[in-house]
């Protein structure tokens, strides 16, 4: 599918961006603002719904403002229950929620008017490296076509290249399980909650004026012990009687018919081959674990931020500044993920949170990048 454009007038674009999802189309709409012509392919259709927190995080609220991108819900609060010990953090400062769909379709709008050719429904098949300078790649699709840039940013998480050779799904490892689905809800909410349990941790956000966005990551091996996710979720909302978790999953309409999952062999910085004039962005670079609450920031802003390297050709300088920008808190967040996945460990930092409250504050800011 191709949004309005010719094939003949985009082939030979300098930027070429592969993966349409959140840090793509916000490389693309950085680019657009400094007056480059992009072209975005994407595998699939924008916007697609996947498992995610829907939790943005305050560093890119700034930019989103920019991009006159509105996230209309608050969230100065964020609630952390293990069994039955509970903190009430208030965030020092708010964070936003919105339905991941909802996010795609404002930044693809916003890309598509300023400009930038986007074709859906390509697959890429195969990327070439030119020893000759004046095109720097080749990109072929599975339909045929060829694409020629100079600047090739990947912001596709799984890409089966020369540049990137992911294993097929039936030889990974997996170590994690992620779900989650959209509730109905009649009570009015403007906090994040979190649930420990053994092996995992869950979420409530509300993402629209009547839907709260419930999202789970478990270990893998503890999934397989369940028929499916009602009945896994039915073992978590046992230690949690009378809470919020147990209304919504026990009474609520579901927006969606089925729990959207996702299998995920591992969390942290990716095993990516050097090239020159190869940018990686979002979960092409990294994937976080969503305790950090921090991905679809770090998506946002490691997509803003690749657009003046790439527009000048520093891929050294960009990986240096992603480095500082991004490995901190990608250490922190890994250390706040194993806490809460230990429940023991989890319960543990809420009772010293309630005593010491520099421990939250803390970990809010070195899982994220804030002054």
């Given amino acids: 599918m191709e949004m309005g454009f010719q094939m003949d007038s985009v082939n030979n674009k300098k930027y070429l961006i592969i993966g349409g999802s959140i840090a793509g189309l916000s490389a693309a709409i950085r680019l657009s603002e400094l007056d480059e012509k992009v072209v975005l392919l994407d595998a699939g259709k924008i916007p697609s719904n996947k498992v995610c927190g829907e939790f943005i995080s305050p560093e890119c609220h700034e930019i989103l403002k920019r991009w006159s991108i509105n996230i209309p819900i608050s969230i100065p609060v964020m609630n952390m229950f293990s069994k039955n010990k509970r903190f009430k953090y208030n965030l020092p400062i708010a964070a936003k929620a919105i339905k991941r769909l909802d996010l795609e379709q404002k930044l693809l709008d916003k890309a598509v008017a300023m400009g930038v050719e986007v074709l859906l429904n390509k697959p890429v098949d195969d990327i070439l490296y030119s020893k000759n300078k004046d095109d720097c790649f080749t990109v072929k699709t599975s339909d ?156 946002i802003t490691s997509g803003e931020m690749v657009g003046e390297y790439a527009k000048n050709q520093n891929y050294k300088e960009y990986q240096d500044d992603w480095s500082k920008r991004y490995l901190t808190r990608i250490k922190w967040g890994n250390i706040l993920h194993k806490i809460l996945e230990n429940q023991k460990l989890a319960t543990f930092g809420i009772l010293a949170s309630n005593y010491l409250k520099r421990i939250p504050n803390y970990l809010f800011y070195k899982t994220r990048e804030l002054k």
């Fill in 144 to 299: 045929g076509s060829k694409f020629f840039p100079k600047e090739l940013i990947i912001a596709a998480g799984k890409l089966h290249s020369s540049i990137q050779t992911v294993l097929p799904v039936n030889k990974m490892k997996f170590k994690y399980v992620g779900f989650k689905a959209h509730v109905k809800y009649s009570w009015k909410r403007n906090h994040l909650d979190m649930y420990t349990f053994p092996s995992g941790y869950i979420g409530m956000i509300p993402v629209d004026n009547n839907l709260v966005n419930i999202a789970c990551l478990i270990k893998f091996e503890e999934f397989e012990k369940y028929s499916n996710v009602s009945s896994c979720l039915q073992n978590i909302i046992k230690d949690y009687k009378n809470t919020d978790l147990e209304k919504c999953i026990s009474e609520a309409d579901f927006e969606l018919t089925n729990w959207i999952e996702a299998r995920i062999p591992k969390f942290g910085v990716r095993d990516m081959p050097t090239r020159d004039n190869v940018y990686y962005v979002g979960d092409a670079a990294a994937s976080l674990y969503p305790a950090t609450g921090d991905g679809l920031a770090m998506a």
